[in-house]
């Protein structure tokens, strides 16, 4: 399985069935993830396999000795987010990781992958496009998602907004940054959970997940020169280890900012998640 190839340890966890996809963190010995499986779209149940597999792994390597302090878990939702994002897109969307996977793929599915490479494979599961559903977004669109949903949120709790508008402005939105009208609210303002269960400002996390991502995966290539070549073979483990040893152990020691700082050299940034997405989809699209 791919997860524990990537070195989630299941000794300490358990994956089960669920509506979404959570991770869920007992102690740093029991610390648990959901999936869900859409007959339809079986990329999207091993995409979200992933990314709660990075958050669980870094749960998993929190130092032993913060058990039942505040220290315990992981430091805050963005940099959380940096780990199931990196694992999902940075490892799970990459090319290194396909040309290792494909093959097994297009055995289990030779009807399906008939005449497909592992490069036009790559290239399809990376597609861009404006789509309305925010977990399903391409990582080159996936951040105006957040936009639109912080600019209401910032209304919201101004009051600059009624609620009630909040559908149609939505769409407006989605028309001004993706020019694309959702056909229903289920598509469109309905589609998260967040604010019903009053979460606001949990969406930027995500963002900033992303930027943190990038900003760490340019260092651990400083530090790993052949990272894409053991991706390539399919090995996981210095990569784990570096992620041990820079972020996960700590637990909530060190606040977001100079985390990101101590390790990276600079706090959170967009500059190195740009450099990522104009080099990744610079190559697919021949840009
Ligand atoms: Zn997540």
């Known amino acids: 399985m791919i997860i524990s190839k990537f070195g989630y340890d299941f000794g300490r966890g358990r994956q089960d069935k669920a509506a979404h996809p959570f991770e869920t963190s007992f102690s740093v010995n029991d610390v648990r993830i959901t999936n869900r499986y859409e007959p339809s779209n079986p990329l999207a149940t091993l995409f979200s396999g992933m990314h709660e597999a990075g958050h669980a792994m870094y749960e998993q390597g929190v130092n032993p000795a913060y058990e039942r302090t505040p220290l315990a878990n992981g430091v805050s939702s963005a940099v959380h987010e940096s780990q199931s994002r990196m694992w999902e897109n940075l490892v799970g969307r990459s090319l290194p990781f396909w040309e290792h996977f494909f093959p097994g793929l297009k055995k289990t599915f030779p009807t399906q992958l008939d005449g497909v490479s592992a490069k036009s494979f790559y290239k399809a599961i990376n597609k861009v496009e404006p789509s309305f559903i925010r977990v399903n977004a391409d990582e080159a669109t996936y951040n105006l998602h957040i936009m639109l949903r912080l600019e209401l949120e910032i209304g919201?709790?101004?009051?600059?907004?009624?609620?009630?508008?909040?559908?149609?402005?939505?769409?407006?939105?989605?028309?001004?940054?993706?020019?694309?009208?959702?056909?229903?609210?289920?598509?469109?303002?309905?589609?998260?959970?967040?604010?019903?269960?009053?979460?606001?400002?949990?969406?930027?996390?995500?963002?900033?997940?992303?930027?943190?991502?990038?900003?760490?995966?340019?260092?651990?290539?400083?530090?790993?020169?052949?990272?894409?070549?053991?991706?390539?073979?399919?090995?996981?483990?210095?990569?784990?280890?570096w992620l041990r040893a820079k972020i996960h152990v700590h637990g909530h020691k060190f606040d977001p900012q100079d985390l990101v700082q101590n390790v990276a050299g600079s706090k959170i940034d967009a500059s190195a998640y740009v450099r990522y997405l104009n080099k990744k989809y610079g190559d697919i699209y021949g840009l």
Do not use: C
């Open 156 to 241: 919201m709790l101004e009051g600059s907004l009624a609620i009630k508008d909040l559908p149609e402005i939505w769409n407006t939105k989605m028309q001004d940054y993706l020019g694309i009208t959702p056909p229903d609210d289920a598509h469109g303002v309905l589609q998260d959970i967040h604010w019903s269960a009053g979460l606001f400002g949990y969406f930027p996390t995500y963002a900033l997940g992303n930027l943190i991502s990038a900003q760490l995966w340019e260092k651990i290539n400083r530090d790993i020169r052949d990272l894409d070549e053991q991706i390539h073979k399919g090995k996981f483990d210095a990569l784990l280890a």
